[in-house]
């Protein structure tokens, strides 16, 4: 399984930034999505997820700003942000939780990361 995460990038402080991150194969029976973000000398922390059945979770210091959206068709997540300040400056990593079939028919469940996107807000 692969996540490929885009959309990151720098933006001035109140500005807006779209992150998308598709998961493959196509076979991958996507459970939860979601994205976490790791800022500098910080632990790495849950941004938002989205279930399969469209339940959201947000972090307290992004409800309101962010919203995470997700295409079951597609295997994508998107997380549209507001920015605030620099303190949504940091590294954003997509996750997806979900059941891949081996060729053998066993379900093999597993947590999997895409490589990071970095957002940058400037005052």
């Known amino acids: 399984v692969q996540l490929q995460a885009s959309g990151g990038g720098s933006v001035q402080a109140g500005g807006s930034l779209r992150l998308s991150c598709g998961a493959t194969p196509s076979t991958f029976r996507v459970n939860v999505m979601g994205w976490y973000r790791q800022a500098p000398g910080k632990q790495r922390e849950l941004v938002a997820d989205v279930s399969s059945g469209g339940s959201t979770n947000y972090a307290d210091s992004v409800k309101g700003r962010f919203t995470i959206s997700r295409d079951n068709a597609k295997n994508t997540v998107y997380l549209q942000m507001s920015t605030r300040n620099f303190e949504d400056t940091a590294v954003y990593y997509c996750?997806?939780?979900?059941?891949?079939?081996?060729?053998?028919?066993?379900?093999?469940?597993?947590?999997?990361w895409g490589q990071g996107t970095q957002v940058t807000v400037s005052s």
């Open positions: 996750n997806a939780d979900g059941i891949l079939y081996n060729d053998l028919g066993i379900p093999i469940v597993g947590r999997y």
